[in-house]
């Protein structure tokens, strides 16, 4: 049970959606309608928001385990317990290291990495809350692709586009996107 989708990042032109395993008999939309905890998915958004901010890509970032006491003491742990040195954002992101993200969204700002998202196409509920920058908001397939479909296409977004024309039966056109006639 899952759902698959692609798209153009410059166009948007929806070129796969795969919604289930069969219509017919499971009437459920994994792309639009199915919404999971994103996880690591989530954290190119964090770093987006970084370098936004003229955060240096190079900088060393600890990897450190730390408790966060101003946030219900939140000590976010990195999954393969390994703890020590440092990372710029390219090897955090690489190695999708939990402590650099979550050391990442502390220095920007939970509001930021949310109104980030917002900017790339998360329409979802995103919890004002630090541990989004470990994924744990749940989002849509359709919305992270939207997302991400902005890092392949020089940081803009490109909404989705499923219907380019339709026409009748005889080939007269009934509706044409004019924006498509320009691309």
Same mark, same amino acid.
């Given at each position: 049970?899952?759902?698959?989708m692609?798209?153009?990042?410059?166009?948007? =032109?929806v070129?796969?959606?795969v919604?289930?395993?069969?219509?017919?008999?499971?009437?459920?939309? $994994?792309?639009?309608?199915?919404?999971?905890?994103?996880?690591?998915?989530?954290?190119? @958004?964090?770093?987006a928001?970084?370098? #936004?901010?003229?955060?240096?890509?190079?900088?060393?970032?600890? /990897?450190?385990?730390?408790? =966060? #006491? !101003?946030?219900?003491?939140?000590?976010?742990? /990195?999954?393969?317990?390994? =703890?020590?040195? =440092?990372?710029?954002?390219?090897?955090?992101?690489? $190695?999708?290291?939990?402590?650099? &993200?979550?050391?990442? @969204?502390?220095?920007?700002?939970?509001?930021?990495?949310?109104?980030?998202?917002?900017k790339?196409?998360?329409?979802?509920?995103?919890?004002?809350?630090t541990?989004?920058?470990?994924?744990? *908001? !749940?989002? !849509?397939l359709?919305?992270?692709?939207?997302?991400?479909?902005?890092? *392949? /296409?020089?940081?803009?977004?490109?909404?989705?586009?499923?219907?380019?024309?339709?026409?009748?039966?005889?080939?007269?056109?009934?509706y #044409?996107?004019? &924006?498509?006639k320009?691309?």
């Amino acid at each position: 049970q899952t759902g698959m989708m692609s798209v153009e990042p410059q166009t948007g =032109y929806v070129r796969t959606w795969v919604g289930g395993i069969n219509q017919r008999y499971f009437q459920y939309d $994994h792309v639009y309608r199915g919404k999971r905890q994103v996880g690591s998915t989530f954290k190119p @958004i964090v770093y987006a928001t970084a370098i #936004e901010q003229g955060m240096d890509p190079c900088a060393y970032i600890p /990897n450190k385990k730390v408790t =966060y #006491e !101003s946030y219900d003491n939140w000590t976010p742990g /990195n999954s393969d317990g390994e =703890y020590g040195g =440092y990372y710029t954002m390219k090897g955090g992101l690489t $190695h999708s290291v939990n402590t650099v &993200a979550a050391n990442l @969204i502390m220095q920007t700002g939970v509001q930021p990495v949310i109104d980030e998202a917002r900017k790339m196409g998360v329409t979802s509920k995103l919890p004002a809350v630090t541990s989004i920058a470990l994924g744990t *908001a !749940s989002i !849509s397939l359709l919305e992270m692709v939207t997302a991400y479909s902005c890092f *392949a /296409n020089r940081g803009l977004r490109a909404d989705p586009k499923y219907i380019v024309r339709i026409e009748s039966q005889k080939g007269d056109t009934l509706y #044409e996107d004019k &924006a498509a006639k320009k691309t």
